[in-house]
């Protein structure tokens, strides 16, 4: 099993959702959050005052796989989120050691 | 006088035909002089658009352009300062500003006096308007009572985020005292030094925003500057809310403005007229000069320049033709936004909401420009037997000095009065917590 962490930007995020409901992901968890890579920030000026922020607002997407289809999760999030501009974001994949339904106590690759 | 005796006697005719007897009783108070219902009726809505400017125009204006932890406490202090204005006013600053007795000599020039706690007043009593008009003096002095709020109001702009509540509790009362009720009386009673002079003030740019900014500069002087500023970013909160206030804000000047006629006569329209273009003119312009100086035409950008373009034609509401003041509403947008962007962090001084950099600079443009813009060159009203430009200029000038010094002197006294007693700034943890939870107790967004 993976686990995969995909950094998007925010505008980004239903189209990635519903490209992956059509290759069969069943669930993932998503949080709004702010971080800086290539793309540095931006400037905000109130009355003549200058503010640059460096964190900029993205969102983070949580989604176990099976080792099957994790491959394709990573692809279909890739092209769909792809801007051709920097900020796009990153994917990152870890091995998932275990996974365990709470409701039913089902463990493994049954339980995502 | 003559115009209220014949339409009374008109009335008087009208209710004779129905019944004889009553034709007498008319005919015999018509000494007195009775309200136009019209005009009165003007003024008391006039009086109430100017306490909508303060509650929630003000208070929600100043309010977003907050940090979030001070949110409440911006809005309180602004709510609780009114208050008290209002009461004090009724109490002894009535009577100082427009009192029944006027002294001789001197004194006469700075405070009137004998209406203390309203003494002599009830629903009869008049006030003399421009014309030989008279409005209720009740209403009268609630129109002129909401000016003395808002102007001690406008004050906590430039001491927001880090002035105690109590410091401002005592500061407001005294400094009505010895800066807002004498300026008043200088320029609006008929023996007040400025406008025997022939200052032209229409509605209040030197005593309401040229006052109201150095006095702020002065208490943001006192207090020094908020923890963290200038390194901190300490952008507004919610400009949302600071552009609801700015809409509240423009309409309640249209009572502070052409309400400042006393009638709802042709002045009134013009004022009225004055006050949409001039602000139009003025929220543009820095809009347009923001793009010039290679930044984006902001939100902010034009919230502020509504605000200086209303400040500027408060003293030539009724003193401009409608091009005049457009004129001003530009100059004085250009003016401020170098004020609130360069020359503010040149000084470097914390006016925290820059209620001097827009009220007192625009106030300054809007006093001396009115010199100018009231000349029937520029469609102004000026007429034949008016002063010559440069002369009014003089006089416009001298106004703007006096209010400067007395208003600068005055917040001196009443500031360090507070500083060494109740103290002006709260503490640093109370600072870095926010005045919300630390002074009040609560916080705006739970």
Not at chain 1, 31 to 59: D, H, W
Not at chain 2, 77 to 96: D, E, F, K, N
Request: proline content about 3%.
């Amino acid at each position: 099993m993976k686990f995969i962490i995909a950094i998007i930007k925010p505008f980004k995020l239903d189209e990635v959702r519903e490209a992956l409901g059509a290759i069969g992901v069943a669930g993932m968890t998503v949080s709004e959050v702010k971080g800086f890579g290539r793309q540095k920030g931006q400037t905000e000026i109130y009355r003549g005052a200058e503010y640059s922020t460096n964190m900029l607002p993205k969102v983070k997407l949580e989604i176990a796989a099976s080792d099957d289809v994790a491959a394709q999760v990573v692809e279909t999030i890739q092209q769909t989120a792809n801007t051709e501009a920097i900020g796009d974001g990153k994917i990152f994949v870890l091995d998932l050691a275990s996974a365990t339904r709470i409701r039913t106590g089902e463990a493994g690759e049954t339980a995502l | 006088m003559k115009s209220t005796l014949s339409k009374i006697t008109a009335v008087g005719l009208g209710l004779g035909l129905l019944a004889q007897p009553a034709l007498a009783a008319p005919v015999a108070e018509a000494a007195a002089a009775i309200p136009n219902p019209g005009n009165n009726a003007w003024m008391m809505t006039a009086t109430i658009l100017v306490l909508l400017m303060i509650i929630p125009g003000l208070t929600l204006f100043y309010g977003g352009l907050t940090r979030s932890k001070n949110m409440l406490s911006t809005m309180t202090q602004i709510g609780a300062t009114a208050c008290l204005a209002m009461l004090v006013w009724v109490m002894w600053g009535y009577s100082l500003a427009f009192g029944d007795t006027s002294y001789e000599g001197t004194l006469g020039s700075f405070i009137s006096g004998g209406s203390y706690f309203l003494a002599g007043t009830d629903m009869s009593s008049t006030a003399a308007t421009f014309t030989d008009e008279v409005i209720s003096k009740y209403v009268f002095i609630s129109f002129q009572m909401t000016f003395a709020a808002i102007t001690a109001a406008l004050i906590l702009g430039s001491t927001a985020e880090r002035m105690k509540f109590s410091a401002v509790m005592m500061f407001v009362p005294i400094w009505l005292t010895i800066v807002y009720f004498p300026i008043a009386h200088m320029v609006w009673a008929g023996d007040g030094l400025l406008f025997a002079a022939g200052a032209l003030d229409f509605a209040g740019g030197t005593v309401v925003h040229i006052n109201a900014g150095v006095s702020g500069l002065v208490l943001a002087y006192l207090l020094g500057k908020r923890r963290g500023y200038p390194q901190e970013p300490m952008p507004p909160h919610s400009l949302t809310l600071t552009m609801v206030g700015t809409g509240l804000l423009w309409v309640g000047w249209f009572g502070f403005n052409a309400g400042s006629a006393l009638e709802a006569d042709g002045s009134a329209g013009l004022a009225m007229i004055n006050t949409f273009v001039a602000t139009a003119a003025g929220a543009l312009t820095w809009m347009v000069v923001e793009r010039l100086a290679g930044h984006k035409g902001s939100a902010l950008g034009f919230c502020s320049g509504v605000i200086a373009g209303l400040v500027a034609v408060t003293p030539a509401a009724g003193n401009a033709g409608p091009f005049g003041a457009i004129l001003l509403g530009i100059l004085s947008s250009i003016v401020c936004y170098f004020a609130v962007s360069k020359l503010k962090a040149k000084f470097g001084f914390d006016d925290s909401l820059d209620a001097f950099g827009i009220h007192g600079v625009g106030g300054i443009v809007g006093a001396i420009g009115t010199g100018v813009v009231y000349q029937a060159f520029l469609g102004g009203p000026a007429g034949e037997d008016a002063a010559s430009i440069g002369a009014q200029l003089l006089i416009q000038i001298e106004g703007v000095l006096v209010t400067i010094a007395w208003a600068g002197i005055g917040t001196l006294i009443a500031g360090y009065v507070v500083k060494l007693t109740v103290g002006l700034r709260v503490d640093e943890e109370t600072e870095v917590d926010g005045l919300d939870i630390a002074e009040h107790g609560e916080r705006a967004y739970n």
